[in-house]
């Protein structure tokens, strides 16, 4: 079984991802905003959920980006999810 | 002729259709272009699949209709298809697309109601499209609003097939607003009980072809509903729409390739009944080779739509995936397959009356395949993304499917809807059913299998590049702001899919004295190539004669040109009268 990560380490590993995809730097994702404010559509919930899998090394249903718009509501929900498998 | 036992079986709609070529048929194709030029959908058809019960087929056996396999409906509809497109759209394929939603997110009640309908042969109507947005679905403005225990309708939906006439529509509004994907909600409206002062019917659309489809539009002011008409949860509608689609769009191009086979048949019949140049149209080599390259179009359509449709029910994971494959390739084969026909008719591919009338409607009719419903680059849209999940997993480590996806008779389980899924998870069986049948080919090496195995290992080298390639694409080129390189991609993906498909139903027909010969297989290999531009030229000779003889044995035998072979109604067919008389 993986460990668990902080939720500082999720959310940063999410930051930088997202920086990635929307080519900005890190610092300029907030926590706080909907990632479609920064141009993610809902497609990139596929390129989510397969980064994240092979990140946290577990199965993930793509919904569950769609349900958990941002860094911080999704940093929980996935926290969640490892504390429960 | 003795009646089929089962009533419901292709066989015997294809007996109640009778022989499209009789003036007598009220379903003859005399009457279906006078329905046509008249822009009416033809009723003696509409009573005839009442009296089928055609609306059972969309219902799933658990709910009380006769849904079982999606190959089985493909099957049905295509003869419908192959007799008039306007009545298999008008009449079938619209009220399928809106009770998908039901089947895949309904409530017990709301199934209930919907099969309730559709097995009493009324009409439900499908209302997604918003002509200013296409396909881009979540940027939907129509609204339904909650308010209390109602929800308030206003906007307007446009292109709906049926909607002044329907009992119900499923419509895809807005029911939050705000960016993000859990906006939106299909809802079931009972069009019967909406007050009418809030509601305007759009007048109709007109259409170059499908012309005797009723398509309206309607406008709903600040019109309220039952709350409980929302299928599902509220926000879910998206991904309703993204798990029905799977079921649909390889159901549609499926359909719609019975009107290539007509196309086919018609161009076949002219030709041997017409003399120039001192023979029969039909002995010249350019007239045979256009014929038979059709006829290989066709079995790699067939092919393609029929695994990919039984993989709905075996590989449901993938179905996003592999259903999204065949809505971008089979709709363009099909066009193409139309288009080259109408050089054999010449002039008489123009003409709206005489013998060969019915193919300018096909050919009209057709070109919703491509467009319809959902976009061929939507197809490729919804492969794009999976791309790099892909390369990393099923690519690097390829899986196949199990057999009896590519068995055309052995049974199915039941559709299962609760197991479709937005993505693949980066797994994708027809690849690995392209090894497969390649490692077993190459275990026992013959010289009758040497062709093959050449054309298949080409398909086979192709997976290396663009599993390399696509593990390159960084994340903006996935989305459908991304380059034509990228979406060049999906094709490639989308064409081993296709071989894998050709070449697993081959394998699994090893005692039929056509579907096991490899010459069926090499030619539609031949296609797929062509198709993606590593070959050109026609057929050659031998594969050619093969094809040819086949489809004229089919002709005279009056059987069907897809992989089914199944007896079509009217029996042996009557030669065409020259266009002099």
Same mark, same amino acid.
């Given at each position: 079984?993986?460990?668990?990560?902080?939720?500082?380490?999720?959310?940063?590993?999410?930051?930088?991802?997202?920086?990635?995809?929307?080519?900005?730097?890190?610092?300029?994702?907030?926590? #706080?905003?909907?990632?479609?404010?920064?141009?993610?559509?809902?497609?990139?919930?596929?390129?989510?959920?397969?980064?994240?899998?092979?990140?946290?090394?577990?199965?993930? #249903?793509?919904?569950?980006?769609? #349900?958990?718009?941002?860094?911080?509501?999704?940093?929980?929900?996935?926290?969640?999810?490892?504390?429960?498998? | 002729?003795? *009646?089929?036992?089962?009533?419901?079986?292709?066989? @015997?709609?294809?007996?109640?259709?009778?022989?499209?070529?009789?003036?007598?048929?009220?379903?003859?194709?005399?009457?279906?272009?006078?329905?046509?030029?008249?822009?009416?959908?033809?009723?003696? %058809?509409?009573?005839?699949?009442?009296?089928? %019960?055609?609306? @059972?087929?969309?219902?799933?056996?658990? =709910?009380?209709?006769?849904?079982?396999?999606?190959?089985?409906?493909?099957?049905?509809?295509?003869?419908?298809?192959?007799?008039?497109?306007?009545?298999?759209?008008?009449?079938?394929?619209?009220?399928?697309?809106?009770?998908?939603?039901?089947?895949?997110?309904? +409530?017990?009640?709301?199934?209930?109601?919907?099969?309730?309908?559709?097995?009493?042969?009324?009409?439900?109507?499908?209302?997604?499209?918003?002509?200013?947005?296409?396909?881009?679905?979540?940027?939907?403005?129509?609204?339904?609003?909650?308010?209390?225990?109602?929800?308030?309708?206003? /906007?307007?939906?446009?292109?709906? +097939?049926?909607?002044?006439? @329907?009992?119900?529509?499923?419509?895809?509004?807005?029911?939050?607003?705000?960016?993000?994907?859990?906006?939106?909600?299909?809802?079931?409206?009972?069009?019967?009980?909406?007050?009418?002062?809030?509601?305007?019917?759009?007048?109709?659309?007109?259409?170059? !072809?499908?012309?005797?489809?009723?398509?309206?539009?309607?406008?709903?002011?600040?019109?309220?509903?039952?709350?409980?008409?929302?299928?599902?949860?509220?926000?879910?509608?998206?991904?309703?729409?993204?798990?029905?689609?799977?079921?649909?769009?390889?159901?549609?191009? !499926?359909?719609?390739?019975?009107?290539?086979?007509?196309?086919?048949?018609?161009?076949?019949?002219?030709?041997? /009944?017409?003399?120039?140049?001192?023979?029969?149209?039909?002995?010249?080599?350019?007239?045979?080779?256009?014929?038979?390259?059709?006829?290989? =179009?066709?079995?790699?359509?067939?092919?393609?739509?029929?695994?990919?449709?039984?993989?709905?029910?075996?590989?449901?994971?993938?179905?996003?995936?592999?259903?999204?494959?065949?809505?971008?390739?089979?709709?363009?084969?099909?066009?193409?397959?139309?288009?080259?026909?109408?050089?054999?008719?010449?002039?008489?591919?123009?003409?709206? =009356?005489? =013998?060969?009338?019915?193919?300018?409607?096909?050919?009209?009719?057709?070109?919703?395949?491509?467009?319809?419903?959902? @976009?061929?680059?939507?197809?490729?849209?919804?492969?794009?993304?999976?791309?790099?999940?892909?390369?990393?997993?099923?690519?690097?480590?390829?899986?196949?499917?199990?057999?009896?996806?590519?068995?055309?008779?052995?049974?199915? *389980?039941?559709?299962?809807?609760?197991?479709?899924?937005?993505?693949?998870?980066?797994?994708? /069986?027809?690849?690995? +059913?392209?090894?497969?049948?390649?490692?077993?080919?190459?275990?026992?090496?013959?010289?009758?299998?040497?062709?093959?195995?050449?054309?298949?290992?080409?398909?086979?080298?192709?997976?290396?590049?663009?599993?390399?390639?696509?593990?390159?694409?960084?994340?903006?080129?996935?989305?459908?702001?991304?380059?034509?390189?990228?979406?060049?991609?999906?094709?490639?993906?989308?064409?081993?899919?296709?071989?894998?498909?050709?070449?697993?139903?081959?394998?699994?027909?090893?005692?039929?004295?056509?579907?096991?010969?490899?010459?069926?297989?090499?030619?539609?290999?031949?296609?797929?190539?062509?198709?993606?531009?590593?070959?050109?030229?026609?057929?050659?000779? %031998?594969?050619?004669?093969?094809?040819?003889?086949?489809?004229?044995?089919?002709?005279?035998?009056?059987?069907?040109?897809?992989?089914?072979?199944?007896?079509?109604?009217?029996?042996?067919?009557?030669?065409?009268?020259?266009?002099?008389?």
């Amino acid at each position: 079984m993986p460990s668990i990560p902080s939720a500082d380490a999720l959310s940063s590993w999410l930051s930088a991802r997202i920086a990635t995809y929307v080519q900005r730097k890190p610092d300029e994702i907030r926590s #706080d905003v909907p990632l479609a404010e920064y141009g993610l559509d809902s497609v990139y919930a596929l390129t989510l959920a397969g980064d994240l899998e092979d990140h946290l090394g577990m199965s993930l #249903d793509p919904t569950l980006m769609w #349900d958990h718009p941002t860094i911080a509501g999704l940093t929980q929900a996935l926290l969640q999810v490892l504390t429960s498998a | 002729m003795t *009646p089929p036992a089962d009533p419901t079986s292709v066989e @015997a709609l294809e007996q109640r259709l009778g022989d499209p070529w009789d003036d007598a048929n009220p379903v003859g194709f005399s009457q279906v272009l006078g329905a046509d030029e008249r822009g009416e959908l033809l009723d003696a %058809g509409e009573r005839l699949l009442d009296a089928y %019960g055609l609306g @059972a087929e969309f219902v799933p056996v658990s =709910d009380g209709g006769r849904m079982a396999g999606l190959d089985r409906l493909i099957g049905i509809m295509r003869a419908v298809f192959r007799r008039d497109p306007c009545l298999g759209l008008g009449y079938g394929a619209s009220s399928l697309i809106a009770a998908v939603n039901v089947w895949t997110a309904g +409530s017990a009640s709301q199934r209930r109601t919907v099969a309730d309908l559709l097995l009493r042969h009324r009409k439900l109507a499908c209302g997604y499209y918003e002509l200013a947005h296409g396909n881009d679905l979540s940027r939907a403005e129509f609204e339904a609003l909650p308010a209390g225990d109602v929800l308030r309708l206003s /906007g307007t939906k446009q292109v709906i +097939s049926n909607i002044h006439r @329907a009992d119900a529509v499923v419509l895809f509004a807005r029911t939050q607003p705000g960016t993000g994907s859990r906006n939106h909600s299909q809802v079931l409206v009972d069009l019967t009980r909406v007050p009418s002062d809030r509601v305007t019917h759009l007048p109709r659309f007109r259409t170059a !072809g499908m012309r005797g489809v009723p398509l309206g539009g309607i406008t709903f002011q600040d019109c309220p509903v039952p709350a409980d008409g929302v299928l599902g949860t509220p926000g879910q509608g998206l991904e309703t729409a993204l798990k029905s689609f799977q079921v649909t769009r390889v159901a549609l191009p !499926g359909m719609f390739l019975g009107i290539v086979d007509t196309g086919l048949r018609t161009t076949l019949r002219a030709s041997l /009944g017409r003399t120039l140049y001192g023979r029969a149209v039909a002995d010249l080599p350019q007239t045979r080779s256009v014929l038979a390259d059709t006829f290989a =179009d066709l079995l790699l359509c067939d092919a393609f739509t029929t695994a990919a449709a039984r993989g709905v029910h075996l590989l449901p994971r993938e179905a996003s995936l592999t259903t999204a494959a065949v809505k971008y390739l089979v709709p363009r084969v099909l066009m193409d397959a139309m288009g080259r026909l109408s050089t054999v008719l010449g002039a008489r591919f123009y003409l709206r =009356d005489g =013998d060969t009338a019915v193919f300018q409607k096909l050919l009209r009719d057709l070109q919703p395949v491509g467009f319809g419903h959902l @976009a061929r680059v939507a197809g490729q849209m919804t492969l794009l993304p999976q791309l790099p999940l892909l390369a990393r997993r099923g690519w690097a480590n390829p899986t196949p499917a199990p057999a009896d996806l590519f068995r055309l008779d052995a049974p199915l *389980p039941p559709l299962p809807f609760d197991k479709l899924a937005l993505g693949g998870g980066g797994q994708d /069986g027809f690849t690995g +059913s392209l090894l497969e049948g390649l490692e077993a080919l190459s275990a026992t090496p013959g010289a009758e299998t040497r062709e093959l195995r050449g054309r298949l290992e080409s398909f086979a080298r192709e997976l290396e590049g663009l599993r390399s390639e696509a593990a390159a694409l960084p994340p903006r080129e996935l989305t459908a702001t991304a380059s034509p390189a990228s979406y060049d991609l999906t094709t490639r993906a989308i064409t081993l899919m296709a071989a894998s498909a050709c070449l697993n139903v081959w394998r699994q027909q090893a005692g039929d004295p056509f579907l096991g010969d490899p010459a069926w297989l090499l030619a539609a290999l031949h296609r797929l190539d062509v198709w993606r531009e590593r070959a050109q030229g026609p057929l050659p000779e %031998g594969l050619r004669t093969r094809l040819f003889t086949e489809l004229l044995a089919r002709h005279e035998d009056a059987r069907a040109f897809d992989l089914t072979r199944k007896p079509l109604g009217g029996g042996r067919p009557s030669p065409a009268s020259s266009p002099e008389t």
